[in-house]
């Protein structure tokens, strides 16, 4: 099929932070495009964020005009700095609120954010320090429009924190679309409804890396497809998920904690309020 060449990202040079040209003859150094999505309600326009690899500089634009999107997001909560950092993005059409998941800094802080449009600062976000997302976590995809209407979707892979072998382990977390942010001085522009549970794909093997999702088109049913590394050998498989079960799964599930940093993750005995935010 023939393609219709729309635009191509060319990330503006920091010349102020370069000392030597990180460029010179390294192929990896062109930009990268981690986001994509239509701007609704025209959809006629496309933010599309890029990222590169040492200059770690990226910017917005709008492909009718070819020029950058007036926006006063940090375009650092828009795509992952580095293009080997994994990113998800979705603008939900019903209020044009734009959701993000992504690693803002390096490699340790990873985020998951919403800026109320793609044109104002983001307002609410997860706290790195928190560790609500494991390490080294790879973003696939995030859903405004499922069957879950109250909720965004974010699913990703991560190293998981209470894995004492530092498993791969493949989530579904969520955010509820009318959270403000918590009320407490601790909580102020932070998710007061994030949880996230683990997505597990197994017959005789363990599925724990996920790969990339689809939703069918009632918006009801994941599918998802994993591999694993058993024995060396690269095994693929595709599950799916019934996202009304998701309901039950964070209002009735046994939850984890973890008293201090160097303790390990236990089932929690006292029941939680599973929704503290609402
Ligand atoms: C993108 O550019 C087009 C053409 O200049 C303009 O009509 C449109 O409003 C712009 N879109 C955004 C989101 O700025
Ligand atoms: C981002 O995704 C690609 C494709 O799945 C993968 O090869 C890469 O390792 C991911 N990056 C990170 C940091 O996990």
Redesign the pocket.
């Known amino acids: 099929m023939a393609a219709r060449f729309l635009y191509t990202v060319l990330l503006p040079q920091v010349a102020e932070y370069v000392v030597v040209d990180p460029c010179d003859g390294d192929t990896s150094c062109q930009s990268y495009i981690k986001v994509l999505l239509e701007i609704p309600p025209s959809n006629d326009d496309l933010l599309v964020c890029g990222s590169t690899t040492v200059i770690s500089k990226y910017d917005c634009y709008n492909v009718s005009s070819s020029n950058s999107l007036t926006t006063s997001i940090d375009p650092e909560y828009i795509c992952s700095v580095h293009y080997?950092?994994?990113t998800t993005a979705v603008i939900d059409t019903d209020d044009g609120k734009l959701y993000t998941a992504l690693?803002y800094n390096g490699v340790r802080d990873r985020t998951i954010g919403r800026a109320p449009s793609y044109i104002e600062p983001v307002d609410i976000f997860s706290v790195a320090a928190d560790e609500w997302i494991g390490e080294?976590?790879?973003f696939i995809s995030s859903y405004t429009e499922t069957v879950l209407e109250d909720w965004v979707l974010f699913f990703f892979?991560e190293v998981a924190l209470e894995s004492e072998t530092r498993d791969i382990y493949s989530r579904m977390a969520k955010v509820c679309k009318d959270d403000n942010g918590g009320n407490s001085n601790v909580l102020t522009n932070n998710w007061a409804t994030y949880q996230k549970a683990r997505l597990q794909c197994e017959n005789k093997y363990y599925y724990n890396v996920l790969?990339d999702t689809a939703l069918s088109a009632d918006g009801q049913t994941i599918y998802a497809a994993f591999i694993a590394n058993e024995n060396g050998v690269p095994r693929p498989a595709v599950c799916s998920y019934d996202l009304t079960q998701a309901v039950p799964v964070f209002e009735n599930q046994q939850y984890y904690s973890q008293d201090t940093n160097t303790d390990q993750w236990e089932k929690v005995v006292t029941s939680h309020d599973p929704y503290p935010g609402e």
């Open positions: 080997l950092e994994n690693v080294e976590p790879s892979r790969l």
